[in-house]
């Protein structure tokens, strides 16, 4: 009898058990370079449910971190105070929320119920400032330095896609995902 360790990896890598989804990668450059980092990537509309998820947002050195924080609509976002200082999170969109200010070690939650942006402000630093974008399904990548971003297990079909920026306008374009394969997308911002 032969060994099925070699068998199983076999059909594993064939195309027949091959991941369901493809991948969406690409860059973004920006003009100013400076503001190619924390580029949120999405895909408009992707059909099905999405699942929500919790979140954290927490506030390190009077910043918000991370910066940018895209979630799936639905979703709970806790807010972390790791300063030795009280905070206070608001936003004045969409829904229009204030958690109150709160000490070092302790963090208040917000579930997020409509789609859009929401810039995340701290009454009591005033110069603090982040966002938490909303949207309808899970495939969206938030760039780095280099501006690089990937989106996997994309399922297949053709779709809208956004590159969005807190200082830029937001572009968008259209891509075809095949199962197995790479999309490449690449967005230019600019003011």
Not at 83 to 104: A, C, I, M, R
């Given at each position: 009898?032969?060994?099925?360790?070699?068998?199983?990896?076999?059909?594993?890598?064939?195309?027949?058990?091959?991941?369901?989804?493809?991948?969406?990668?690409?860059?973004?450059?920006?003009?100013?370079?400076?503001?190619?980092?924390d580029v949120v990537v999405y895909l408009k509309q992707v059909p099905g449910k999405h699942?929500?998820?919790?979140?954290?947002?927490?506030?390190?050195?009077?910043?918000?971190?991370?910066?940018?924080?895209?979630?799936?609509?639905?979703?709970?976002?806790?807010?972390?105070?790791?300063?030795?200082?009280?905070?206070?999170?608001?936003?004045?969109?969409?829904?229009?929320?204030?958690?109150?200010?709160?000490?070092?070690?302790?963090?208040?939650?917000?579930?997020?119920?409509k789609l859009g942006v929401y810039t995340q402000l701290c009454h009591v630093h005033p110069?603090?400032?982040?966002?938490?974008?909303?949207l309808q399904n899970p495939y969206f990548a938030v760039t780095g330095k280099d501006g690089?971003?990937?989106?996997?297990?994309?399922?297949?079909?053709?779709?809208?896609?956004?590159?969005?920026?807190?200082?830029?306008?937001?572009?968008?374009?259209?891509?075809?995902?095949?199962?197995?394969?790479?999309?490449?997308?690449?967005?230019?911002?600019?003011?």
């Amino acid at each position: 009898m032969k060994p099925l360790l070699p068998l199983l990896l076999l059909a594993l890598a064939s195309p027949a058990h091959a991941g369901k989804g493809g991948k969406i990668a690409g860059t973004v450059s920006t003009t100013p370079r400076k503001w190619t980092k924390d580029v949120v990537v999405y895909l408009k509309q992707v059909p099905g449910k999405h699942k929500p998820e919790e979140r954290v947002m927490d506030q390190r050195k009077l910043v918000f971190i991370p910066h940018v924080l895209p979630v799936v609509v639905g979703s709970k976002v806790k807010f972390l105070n790791s300063d030795n200082v009280g905070h206070n999170v608001f936003s004045p969109d969409q829904e229009k929320y204030n958690l109150g200010t709160w000490p070092q070690g302790q963090t208040k939650t917000y579930t997020f119920e409509k789609l859009g942006v929401y810039t995340q402000l701290c009454h009591v630093h005033p110069e603090m400032q982040a966002f938490i974008l909303v949207l309808q399904n899970p495939y969206f990548a938030v760039t780095g330095k280099d501006g690089a971003f990937t989106i996997p297990d994309v399922p297949p079909g053709r779709y809208s896609i956004v590159a969005w920026s807190e200082k830029l306008r937001a572009h968008e374009s259209s891509v075809t995902v095949t199962a197995g394969a790479t999309a490449t997308v690449n967005f230019e911002l600019r003011r």
